[in-house]
């Protein structure tokens, strides 16, 4: 399948301000685009990119003062496949992770693993280890967060999430993250562009998406605790520890969001 894909992003800085910007799908996706991936700014900010520790295709850029529209428009080729579903799929011993995934272990920013521990162990420890276990923190999560973009908070973290109850998809990302570590079990969040792409459209407006990966068998497996079903046409962006290490942009002064559009749609026909 086709996708076509792109946001459009307005800021207003009162005085030039540098910003960190992850709104490229990953290296690993790039051989699917048929068309570029290219961020455009309307103010004509130069853009110097670089790939961060985590692998992820990132920019450096400095906003002029005033209005600054970001945006990109691409078509990039998918497999249309569902994300797959292992119940085989088996734990890992900590003593068997390579080393690059014992990070995936550690409480960072948003995951607390230290105050979420005993909650987890009480919940899951009975699960069988593997699959089924993440299956089961998918599950309780799904079920204890209402979702609704009203829940936003940018300092909102696992813990609270779990507290309120309330969130939007990098809180639920956020806390099965949490879960799967206490549980000794790598989870890393994971961003980019999920449409209402072979489900019922949804009548909100549209928006990045967050999801997570847990590793078993030796494997990153796709794993969704806002959705909890298999879905196609993700596009990565971005992975990290938690929404830190992955946000879209990061500013280091201030600028105002004026508005926000995400677009992810099928291109039906042949190329």
């Known amino acids: 399948m086709r996708i076509r894909a792109g946001f459009e992003i307005t800021y207003d800085c009162p005085a030039p301000t540098p910003m960190l910007l ?8 790039e051989a699917d ?4 991936d290219t961020i455009h700014i309307d103010s004509g900010a130069p853009i110097d990119a670089y790939i961060d520790g985590f692998g992820n295709r990132c920019s450096r850029v400095v ?38 995934a014992l990070v995936f272990l550690l409480g960072s920013r948003y995951c607390e693993t230290d105050t979420l521990s005993d909650l987890a162990w009480s919940l899951f420890g009975q699960t069988q280890p593997g699959w089924a276990r993440v299956q089961a923190i ?27 109850r309330r969130g939007v998809c990098r809180d639920f990302a956020h806390l099965a993250i949490t879960l799967c570590r206490c549980m000794n079990i790598p989870a890393r969040y994971c961003t980019g562009y999920l449409g209402d792409i072979g489900v019922p459209a949804v ?11 847990a590793y078993l068998d030796g494997e990153w497996r796709t794993f969704d605790a806002r959705h909890n079903t298999p879905r196609i046409a993700r596009i990565l962006m971005a992975r990290g520890r938690d929404a830190t290490d992955a946000a879209i942009t990061t500013s280091f002064g201030p600028a105002l969001l004026k508005s926000f559009i995400v677009r992810t749609d099928e291109v039906m026909g042949a190329t």
């Open 22 to 29: 992850m709104l490229n799908v990953r290296p690993e996706r």
């Open 33 to 36: 685009l048929e068309t570029p």
């Open 63 to 100: 906003l002029p003062a005033g209005r600054s529209v970001l945006s990109a428009d691409f078509i990039i080729r998918d497999s249309g496949a569902p994300d797959p579903v292992l119940p085989d799929a088996r734990a890992c011993g900590v003593e068997e992770l390579p080393p690059e």
């Open 138 to 164: 998918v599950d309780y999560t799904h079920q204890r967060i209402e979702f609704g973009y009203a829940h936003a908070r940018a300092t909102k973290s696992a813990w609270q999430a779990n507290a309120e």
């Open 203 to 213: 009548d909100a407006p549209m928006d990045f998406s967050a999801w997570f990966e």
